[in-house]
């Protein structure tokens, strides 16, 4: 059995791949203000680690050159990896995979983890080497070009500087005029390899270290680093590329058994457990979605609110799923949540954590008129299976003001039932209306045996370990698959979990109205839920609002209590701002409606035959619906 050592160059906290193969290694150890735990260091021996800002990932395969004894030695990156898997994979337009976690599902996918696979493979050959990509159809700043040397040329100061290439060529031509001719036609054709990954006999390592690091540390005493960017610094990382890919055809024009795999890219390498967070021991967890462009500074107020009637005898697990928030407001909300001994907060990435839903379930598809449009798919359906290790949650939407405690909705007795949520008022009243298509909806799309039965998604306490049903899990994934409908995330679980669902006073989601429009549709519900709901707004303990309803002059309890707790705040001024912005957008808006408006009402009055013929033709929730209610 070969002894096989090919290192993994990681610059930053990673998932790493537990195999006996890969040996991870910080590269500019020597640079960095803090090293990486559970794993090899490029300062330690025979080294250029204080290069790594020129030289890049090669300041591993420098140390791995000096410092390694093995019979095959290779290299890759801690998110670009070689895929050893059998099977056909969908290639992007550099002829390689891209993949989203590197998580243990795709560990296995692409090969990453079969130590006898990879062993008999790179056995089998001389040299493993990526799959080489057609240069004729990439991006350059000036276009596609035909060969691999114009690809390059036309990175002229975006990549390289022309100059540092021409060097490298005549480098290669006086120094190693073995690989002259070569090298020359290799650039002259359309094919490149690149990304100085691979694995190879020890013998064919040593010649090609060789050659490369005596060609760039001549390149050093030339290049003047005076005006370079920090992407032209690295310029002998981006020539080693070069240099990589001429020997490697040097090899295959000389009889060297080498095998091409495709590479895979990971577009997520965050530590797995920065996602499957573990919960705080007697601490009552609160998942606040916070996602798809949401205002991030309300965030804030929300975190107020929620704070203010937290009790001091209890424990709170606050975790914020949002959209890339900026560090400055995280910040915030941090110090914030820690004047509070009692209050954990932390963060998940809903952006990377779309990518791993996307890679386990498929693209959501959403059809807009007659287009299929790949859109992000909402995680709430899929939190059994996204927090593992929670039993159960209080999962909370961002738009919310609390007036009290929500101890009470953590400790009743589910009585069996995976959620408790409120009764969606607005769908009900929807499902009620003659000209709304939403009965047909629910029941023949959603099949719904009972569409008053909708619940409200807002505010939600899961039990996430009754809903990690097998059986559930598939008809979470087989809604999100489909392609002949746009459907919501309110729909999948309503859908899924019809009748397993227990009703909540509206106490604990009472949606504030002052949209006109909604203010005329909720009386339409069933009169026993619409009494339900007006009798809770003596007792309310969670306000949803909308947020374009904040700037309207005429006010409400809830704006007052909104703008109080902003101007205790960091972000009053923004808040303020933002909001008057929407408001200008909206008067503008309205104001190049009016003369459709007043064309629209000519033509079809209120309370007509005729009117009524228009609102059938244009049913509730469809996009010929919201076009008219725009225009009336």
Request: proline share 4%.
């Amino acid at each position: 059995m070969s002894d096989i050592k090919i290192v993994v160059a990681c610059h930053k906290p990673s998932e790493l791949v537990e195999n006996k193969y890969y040996l991870p290694i910080q590269v500019g150890s020597a640079l960095a203000s803090k090293r990486l735990e559970g794993m090899l260091h490029d300062d330690e021996g025979d080294n250029i680690s204080e290069k790594n800002g020129q030289y890049c990932e090669l300041t591993a395969q420098y140390w791995a050159w000096k410092n390694l004894d093995a019979d095959y030695v290779g290299l890759c990156h801690y998110r670009r990896f070689l895929c050893f898997a059998d099977g056909e994979f969908e290639l992007d337009e550099r002829n390689q995979i891209q993949a989203g976690m590197l998580d243990e599902e795709n560990k296995v996918k692409y090969g990453l983890t079969d130590e006898a696979l990879m062993q008999k493979t790179i056995e089998d050959n001389d040299c493993v080497v990526g799959d080489l990509e057609d240069i004729t159809g990439i991006y350059t700043p000036k276009g596609e070009q035909k060969t691999v040397y114009e690809h390059w040329a036309k990175h002229d100061r975006a990549l390289i500087n022309t100059r540092d290439l021409d060097m490298l060529m005549q480098l290669i031509d006086r120094k190693y005029p073995q690989f002259s001719h070569e090298a020359h036609e290799y650039m002259n054709g359309r094919y490149f390899l690149g990304y100085n990954c691979f694995v190879m006999k020890k013998a064919l390592f040593d010649e090609m270290c060789a050659y490369e690091f005596d060609i760039l540390s001549e390149m050093e005493r030339y290049v003047d680093f005076t005006h370079y960017n920090q992407t032209l610094t690295r310029v002998y990382g981006f020539m080693a590329e070069i240099l990589y890919s001429i020997y490697i055809y040097h090899l295959e024009n000389n009889g060297a058994k080498v095998k091409h795999l495709p590479l895979v890219y990971f577009n997520v390498t965050d530590k797995l457990e920065t996602f499957d967070l573990a919960p705080i021991q007697d601490a009552i967890p609160v998942v606040f979605i916070a996602h798809y462009k949401v205002f991030e500074a309300v965030l804030d107020v929300t975190l107020r609110s929620f704070l203010a009637h937290i009790n001091p005898d209890r424990k709170y697990d606050i975790i914020i799923l949002n959209d890339q928030i900026r560090t400055y407001i995280k910040k915030s909300l941090q110090k914030q949540a820690a004047e509070c001994p009692n209050v954990t907060l932390r963060f998940i990435d809903a952006i990377s954590l779309g990518i791993m839903i996307d890679d386990h379930i498929g693209f959501r598809k959403e059809i807009t008129g007659n287009k299929v449009e790949i859109v992000d798919p909402d995680p709430r359906a899929l939190m059994p299976w996204l927090l593992t290790k929670y039993p159960k949650i209080i999962l909370l939407e961002w738009n919310l003001l609390f007036r009290g405690s929500i101890d009470e909705l953590w400790d009743m007795d589910m009585q069996g039932k995976m959620i408790a949520a409120t009764p969606d008022l607005g769908e009900q009243a929807c499902v009620n209306n003659p000209y709304s298509n939403r009965l047909e909806y629910d029941r023949d799309t959603l099949k719904m045996k009972d569409p008053f039965d909708f619940f409200e998604t807002s505010v939600m306490v899961m039990d996430l370990e009754k809903m990690r049903d097998e059986r559930y899990h598939d008809r979470v994934i087989a809604f999100y698959q489909r392609e002949d409908y746009a459907i919501r995330h309110m729909d999948v679980l309503n859908a899924v979990y019809e009748g397993q669902t227990l009703p909540l006073d509206y106490k604990w989601n009472y949606p504030v109205v002052m949209n006109d429009w909604r203010k005329s549709i909720l009386p339409q519900a069933p009169l026993a839920i619409y009494r339900q709901y007006q009798q809770a707004s003596k007792d309310v303990c969670i306000e949803q609002y909308d947020k374009d309803d904040m700037w309207n002059p005429i006010g409400s309890d809830t704006d007052v209590e909104f703008w109080r707790l902003a101007r205790q705040g960091n972000f009053y001024e923004v808040l303020l701002s933002s909001m008057v912005n929407r408001g200008f957008e909206i008067a503008e808006d309205n104001e190049k409606r009016n003369f459709s408006t007043i064309v629209f009402s000519a033509l079809f009055p209120a309370e007509t035959k005729r009117r009524a013929k228009i609102e059938k033709a244009c049913p509730e929730g469809s996009r010929r619906r919201r076009i008219l209610n725009h225009m009336s």
